[in-house]
């Protein structure tokens, strides 16, 4: 059995110092956030009763695995591991027995990385033998043994389906299509199985011609029968409010006004909204959807599907430390007053505390930038394109830039803007101008490299600050901030960092623990937030090689995530199943008590 060993006691007292106490953040004008947790001393009592050991792994499509296992779901009453295979020309899904973990199978190599296998998929479900398109998500109700997937249609703006899956048998028998919206991101069922929700995120074509409205579908479940139709939900009624929601902390970035390819671009707040990951609140009452560019979160009441839009505000760094160059010479901390994170959730979860819900966001951030086809320069300036690229086409809009290419206001006279401090950072071009005189006054970057608690009423009641940046430089020296596909510490340093954007939520014993995985990094960040104003950091593991120059080996890129409680596992204690999506692997991580 492979272990990665957990953190020392003396790595936690030296990050607990001031990293650990940060700043939490500004949730819009909402009001006040709720104090940060700390991850001090209480947090070295944690950490000594579990260890985490990596007890299976699969790789599908060795010979092209980019894309192989991104999304993954368990199924308890047979134990298998369902995984979405994106690396061919048709969608399927694999399915993998998680019945039994030889540990033999599994051997380090001389860097301590495990690139052997001892997970194999036994069944391939050809899912575009029923629905057309291409599978963005899945999800397993034990209640009626079904299993939903989201089919995105191939043209943009052209309406998706749910397929649903009979998995009761010796193979997943298919049911039926339900039409939901333009490409449906993300499908999960509430806890008691009664209801499908679906994140339509409509993203717009390259060159804006088409621009899908965002929605959200909902699906009934009626004693295991599938409602022929979906409820569908838009944000139509919030087309009139976009100053008000941008003085909550939503985002909205587009090319209103723009003609390109001969089309006025008009952008309604509905079309820019885009629905992202669903969690469904543990009463079955609420469902609570990302809107990652946006910085928002959508919250559907599910007993009447009423909606309302929460604006996430934003994160003040200048009370904590950021590494904002790639091309800084390695691990050099600042501080940063003036810059501003956008939380940019990508997956969100929820648990509940004292009968209290509870959102669990995994801040990656997310900027906007569309191409569309054009044979040269010249055609895709005369066609209202920004720039020419021989790779991707026409640069249709971005509201990426360079810090060091933005006028900075008297504020920022304490940086050269240059690489060296922030000129590498990328930052977006529509917030911190306030007065548009092209002299920025603030400086929004994408992400928060962090992971957030919230309540209800849309406060901060803890962040993550820049421990995981600031755990991962001890752990990784110069490696940090490393990238999925390349082994060259610090590249990340510029674009969101080690990237927090897969999360698993699950109750090991009698505590409700939280798992990060960080995209690029490819590391799992631990943390027990059973009180959520007491959060406590547990553990960092990973899989992955780091040697610069050496090839990229290991599990790399986590996507999605699921949690096997105890009762359902196979050794009988909890399983964190992670589909990592660059090295095409499943990795099964045992958490278990300290023998």
Known sequence: MFKRSLLTISLIAGLSGCVLDGDDGIAGVQGETGEQGSAGEAGQNAQSALTVSLIGRGVLNAQSPEGAAEIVAYHAQKQWIYAINSSGEQAVIDILPATDFASEGLTPNAQGVVTTTNLASVMTLRLNEHTAGDANSIAIDENAQLLAVAMAAKGTGDKGHIAFYDISGDAPSFIKNVVVGALPDMVTFSH???????????????????????????????????????????????????????????????????????????????MDLEPEYVSISKDNRYAYVSLQENNAIAVVDLTDNSLTLMGLGFKDWSELMLDASDKDGGVNFNKYPGLMGMYQPDTLSSFTWKGANFIVTANEGDGREYFFNTSDEATCLNQGGLEFDEGDGCLSYTDEIRAKDLTLGNNFSYLNNDNNDIGRLKVSTVKGDADNDGVYEQLYTYGARSFTIWDENGLVVFDSGDQI???????????????????????????????????????????QLAFVGLERMGG????????????????????????????????????????????????????????????????????????
């Open 192 to 270: 008691d199985g009664k209801k499908v929700v679906v994140a339509n995120e409509g993203e717009p074509a390259g060159d804006y011609s088409v621009d899908p409205e965002g929605s959200i579908s909902i699906i009934d479940v009626t004693e295991g029968v599938i409602a022929d139709a979906a409820v569908s939900l838009n944000f139509t009624a919030y087309n009139d409010k976009q100053v008000e929601l941008e003085s909550k902390g939503v985002v909205f970035a587009n090319p209103t006004g723009r003609i390109i390819n001969g089309k006025l671009i008009q952008t309604s707040v509905a």
């Open 469 to 511: 940046a600031r755990i991962t430089a001890s752990v990784h020296g110069a490696a940090f901030n490393n990238d999925e596909d390349e082994n060259e510490g610090d590249t990340r340093s510029d674009a969101k960092g080690a990237e927090p954007e897969a999360l698993a939520l699950g109750k090991v014993g009698d505590r």
């Open 524 to 595: 799992i960040m631990m943390y027990d937030i059973t009180n959520p104003y007491d959060v406590q950091f547990v553990d960092y593991f990973y899989n992955r090689g780091t040697l610069e120059g050496e090839d990229i080996t290991g599990d790399l890129a986590p996507e999605g995530m699921a949690f096997v409680p105890a009762e359902q596992s196979a050794t009988g204690n909890p399983l964190l199943i992670v589909g990592n999506e660059i090295s095409g692997s499943i990795a099964v991580w045992e958490i278990a008590p300290v023998q």
